[in-house]
């Protein structure tokens, strides 16, 4: 008999988006959706973090993932729960869905705000200028 995994609906604004080398087996892609409250603050990746700041919002790619993904891949990369990395944490997009999203350590506010999205093309070509 067949069992079907327990998914988890993953909110992800950087490297991970759609289209990323980071898709992995089983994930299955809801759409384009906002955390109102959020900043991305920027150091060649981007890191989210929930601010007071009017109008302040992050936009990312919802997805369905396996648990054991979010488990045994993504939280590793993402140094969740380690101290200095990421931690994931629940939000509700403006859209309606409870959703996780790895939010960046204390630290990485001292990063500038780069704005509502994480766009891979301008961090490769920061990377090549550097």
């Known amino acids: 008999m067949r069992t079907t995994a327990a998914m988890v609906r993953m909110f992800f604004y950087g490297v991970f988006k759609q289209g990323s080398a980071g898709e992995r087996p089983g994930m299955k892609y809801i759409g384009r959706q906002h955390l ?14 929930v601010t007071d700041e009017p109008g302040a919002y992050v936009e990312g790619d919802v997805y369905d993932v396996p648990e054991d993904a979010v488990e045994g891949f993504f939280d590793r990369v ?38 509502p999205r994480w766009e891979r093309e301008r961090f490769r070509a920061g990377m090549r200028m550097g």
């Open 78 to 115: 993402e140094g969740h729960p380690h101290p200095g990395g990421y931690r994931r944490v629940g939000a509700v997009t403006r859209e309606g869905d409870r959703v996780n999203v790895y939010m960046g350590s204390e630290s990485s506010k001292r990063y500038p705000v780069i704005g």
């Open 36 to 49: 109102d409250g959020w900043t991305l603050h920027g150091s060649g990746v981007a890191h989210a973090h």
